[in-house]
Every structure is written in C-alpha cells, then in structure tokens.
C-alpha cells in the first residue's frame, strides 16, 4: 500500500535531470586537449632554443676553466670504441660521447675537457676536468650538476675543495686531514662531506682509467683519425 | 539558474554589502592565506623555501598557474558539462604548469634546476585545483581573477617569508648576499629538509598565539560594556514600575 505512494513522491519531486550528450563530454575534452596541445608546443618551440643555447654555453664556460682559455678547442667523438675527430655517418650524434681538445696560442694542445657523471649522496654529480694524458696530469675540474646536501656536501662547488684538482696526477687518492706535503696525488677530503668527496675523486678516477686508453691510442696515431 | 542568483543576491544584501573586489583579492593574503591558514601547498611550501630567490620564484609559478586557471576555467564554467569538469580543470592546469616550466628553464635556468621537480608538482598542488572547485567554478571571471592573484600573492608572501627566514639563518645571506659577515656559523639545519618544519611551525605556533589574544582581547573589549549596561539598568527597573 504504501510502495507505490513512495515510489510516486520522488518522481513528483525530484526534478528531471538532463545528462549531456556523450558527444558533448567528447567534444569537451577534445577541443581542451587540442587547444592545451596547440599552446604547449607554440611555448615549446619559443623557449626551447633558448635552453638549448644557456646549455651548449654552460659547457663552453665549463671547458674554458677546466682547460684554462684554450686559443680554439676541437671536439673529439667516441665512435666504434675509438676516438675520431668526425662522427661516421652511421653514428646518431644525439647518442655519441664527446670530450673537448684544448690547444694552446703556439698550436700545442693543452689537454682533453672530460665529461663524467656518478652518484654521489643525492644523485648524480655531473663534472667536467681538464686532463693532460701524457703526463696523467689533471688541470682542474668543474662541477656541472650535484644536488649534495647545503652546507656539506655542496662544499665540492666551493673553491678550497675543487682548486686542489688542477695539477695533481691521476689516479687520486683522498685523504682524510691535511694531504702529505709534496704528494702529487692526495686530495683531502671536506669534513663532514666524505661520501661527496670521495665521489668525486672516485668519479674522476674511473673516467681517467676508462679514457686513458682511448687517448693513448688516439695520441699514437698523430691524432688524425 | 536564475533563482539561484537571486537567492544568492538577497543572502548577500541581508548580510550587508556583497564581498568588493579588495574583499575576494586580500581574503587570500591573510584571512584564508593558502598555507597559514588553510594548510594547503605543504608540499613545495617545505620542499623549496631554502633561500629567498627558491621561495619567490615558486610562489610566482604557482600564482601564474592559478591565475590562468582561474581565468579560464571561470570563463568556460557555463559550457562545460559537470561530469568531465574535473578533467577539464586538470587538464588546464597541467598546460599552464607545462608553460611555467618551460619558461622558467628558458629565462632563469639557475633557479629553474634549484627547484627541480617541485615545477612540475605544481600540478598536484590542492590550492590550484580547490580554488578551481571552490571558487572559479562558481562565480564570474573578474571575482575568479581577483581570488586567484590573492591566493598566489598569500601563497608567494607566505613561501618568500619562509625562504628568507632560513636563509638568513641557514646560510647567513639574503637573497645570495652575505648578511652577517665571515664570522658566522650558518646553521645548516635551516636550509635542509628539518628546517622547513622547523620554520613553518614556528610560524603557526605564533600565528596560533596571536589569534588566541586577539580572540581574548576581544572578548573583554565585548564583556566590559555588558557589565555597564547590568549595572545601569538594575536601578531603572524598579523606577519605571513605581
């Protein structure tokens, strides 16, 4: 008795509601995304040459310190597991490892700028470091990219720590407190900031170990290839 | 539709005058600040206040995310059906998110890599798509605006002020400028992810206190002239009866 009294009140209360048409959220959705699409790739290709500009100069500051003001630099490519001056055609040069040739006003050539990059306390430390692989020697090094702790680890950007590079011999060593006087290899470490320190080193090291060869090579051929 | 608006309106003219354009802009500021008052944006509000420049450059991305947002999604409230709006105002905020980041990479790369993902988590912050639902959804453009750029402004004051206060004790500078000298010791904890809820509820815990005298203060100025009017009215009484 009272099912069909209750079932009759909603309907007399309850105002019809029109659902769109599927058509309609469609059509929403499509115009929005379209437009959203239209406006991101507009703004993407006015700032991206930009970012790409700041970022070939970041390098270009970077390579100038490491190998303290070349007269001209060249760069060198990794290509079939040995190092060219020209990419091979077959070569994707978004893909090839490249490292800088520094020469000097009288035409010597200074050294070799060295891209490297391993995990330090909080992510990657990406660097570049002047070598000169005759002598094994390193000529300085510069801290691209780190995101190591403020106030400890972020001490690897800071003068008192990556001035001591430039002119000690590969392989380094860190050491805790005050390196031995006369001691080409020794780095000391910041206190507070060994794993950061000692990334660096290690980082700095491995590429030494892995391009040595590839330079030595390249350097026994007269460096034409 | 239009009963509404007319239920809407009388609500306001009993309640007196309808909020003004100050009203809707300085409400984000201070009374119903994003992050000291409603809590909202812990996220980045933590994360990237460890210098004055971090601070300030994410308040401005989020304010230009909001404002635009806002803009349009007041703009379009009356075409877009109510089941895909959400999606809508996602997918507006997400475009604008986008545009700051790529735009912040192209004019100040430096702070753009300082703030790193925070950028792109603009995305998911609750004051952007709340304001969209509380407030651009229901009412007119200018009003959208006016709301938007307070909650940024409140948002990009509040985050500036975090920023300053813990790097001028994390790292004894203002703005990258060195404020007091080689003698200091930065307390580096200000600056690392501690110090963030260090600041930030050092802030509420005072805000909290000065409201609850403010409240007290009320409550007196309001409790002093009920005593007078007893006092006056005691003798009176009896007076009128005779």
């Known amino acids: 008795m009272s099912g069909p009294h209750v079932a009759e009140m909603p309907a007399a209360d309850v105002p019809v509601v029109a659902h769109p048409q599927s058509w309609r959220l469609l059509l929403t959705l499509g115009v929005a995304g379209g437009l959203a699409g239209l406006l991101i790739v507009l703004v993407f290709n006015w700032t991206r040459p930009r970012i790409e500009a700041y970022k070939s100069q970041q390098i270009r500051a970077a390579i100038e310190e490491v190998l303290h003001a070349p007269q001209r630099t060249d760069t060198l490519y990794l290509d079939h597991g040995g190092i060219a001056t020209k990419l091979s055609p077959s070569a994707d040069p978004s893909k090839v490892e490249r490292i800088y040739k520094g020469y000097a006003a009288d035409g010597g050539v200074i050294g070799y700028a060295i891209g490297a990059s391993e995990a330090g306390f909080a992510d990657q430390i990406v660097l570049l470091f002047g070598y000169e692989p005759r002598e094994k020697q390193l000529l300085g090094i510069k801290i691209l990219d780190s995101k190591e702790t403020p106030g400890l ?49 290690r980082e700095i090291n491995n590429a030494v170990q892995r391009w040595q060869p590839l330079l030595d090579r390249y350097q026994r051929t007269g460096g034409t290839n | ?47 990237v206040t460890n210098s004055v420049v971090n601070g ?21 409230r009356k075409v877009v059906p109510n089941e895909v709006r959400i999606s809508t105002y996602v997918l507006i905020i997400a475009t604008f998110t986008t545009l700051a980041d790529m735009g912040l990479e192209a004019l100040v790369p430096e702070t753009h890599k300082a703030l790193g993902a925070f950028i792109a988590l603009i995305v998911a912050n609750c004051i952007v798509l709340g304001r969209q639902e509380a407030f651009s959804a229901k009412n007119n453009v200018w009003r959208s605006v006016l709301d938007a750029l307070g909650m940024g402004l409140g948002f990009t004051l509040t985050l500036t002020m975090m920023g300053a206060i813990r790097e001028l004790l994390g790292a004894g500078s203002f703005f990258g400028y060195n404020v007091f000298g080689p003698r200091f010791e930065p307390w580096v904890i200000m600056v690392l992810p501690p110090g963030g809820f260090f600041t930030l509820g050092a802030i509420l815990l005072w805000l909290g206190w000065w409201r609850s005298m403010r409240d007290r203060r009320e409550r007196e100025k309001a409790a002093a002239p009920t005593i007078q009017f007893h006092a006056y009215e005691a003798p009176a009484g009896p007076a009128k009866v005779a």
């Open chain 1, 153 to 201: 680890g972020d001490k690897i950007q800071k003068p008192p720590f990556y001035a001591q590079f430039a002119g000690r011999l590969a392989p380094l060593l860190g050491v805790k407190g005050k390196a031995p006087p006369g001691d080409k290899r020794a780095i000391e470490m910041i206190t507070g900031a060994t794993i950061s320190s000692r990334a660096v080193i």
């Open chain 2, 1 to 47: 539709m239009h009963e509404h608006c007319g239920s809407s309106a009388a609500t306001i003219s009993v309640a007196g005058k309808g909020p003004t354009a100050a009203q809707d802009l300085l409400k984000g500021i201070w009374k119903e600040n994003p992050v000291l008052v409603q809590l909202l944006g812990g996220c980045s509000t933590l994360a």
């Open chain 2, 56 to 76: 300030l450059a994410m308040g401005l991305a989020t304010l230009f995310v909001l404002v635009f947002s806002s803009l349009f999604v007041s703009s379009l």
